[in-house]
């Protein structure tokens, strides 16, 4: 892959990134929020959740986690898209060239490496989402107080959940 072709494909990853957060990432909100909100012993419904959310922080709390997510998505894209497209004459020449295998074992790779590499982003995005949780005046105290209070497994919450979730579904979903 030339670099004029690679660095298109960050342009072009940047601001499909940005197009799809602006408008999925209020539903990520909600839907983050409805996993870990309860009242009463209970789950709370879609509705009760964006009148939370509406009634705490207005249409702004919409939008919480909307830095890191746009980050992990950017580098996300890039990452696994210049894997992919390295990978796939290596795995044909070394491993198979049946062309549905090279796809599946390279975006099994790939995923796994765009996955490992943007963790902490995705723990950061994930707790920015919650409503209420504002222990995190921005990315980079979130960066300073996770690795002061977790330690740098604390960037890693989660991984192994993920990989397994993630790994085989776009393995499968590319070829």
Do not use: H, W
């Amino acid at each position: 892959m030339s670099y004029s072709k690679f660095i298109q494909g960050i342009k072009n990853g940047a601001i499909s990134s940005l197009s799809s957060g602006l408008i999925c990432q209020p539903f990520q909100v909600v839907s983050t929020n409805m996993m870990v909100s309860y009242k009463q012993g209970k789950p709370i419904s879609m509705l009760s959740t964006i009148k939370m959310i509406i009634q705490n922080e207005g249409l702004r709390g919409f939008y919480r986690g909307f830095k890191p997510a746009t980050l992990k998505n950017i580098f996300g894209s890039a990452i696994y898209f210049a894997c992919l497209e390295a990978l796939k004459p290596k795995v044909k020449s070394n491993i198979t060239s049946n062309p549905n295998f090279v796809n599946f074992i390279s975006a099994a790779i790939s995923r796994t490496i765009q996955m490992i590499s943007v963790a902490p982003i995705y723990v950061m995005k994930t707790r920015f989402e919650v409503s209420g949780f504002n222990k995190y005046s921005g990315i980079f105290d979130a960066v300073r107080k996770i690795k002061q209070e977790e330690g740098y497994s604390g960037f890693f919450r989660g991984l192994s959940t993920t990989l397994i979730k993630e790994v085989p579904y776009s393995a499968l979903f590319y070829t």
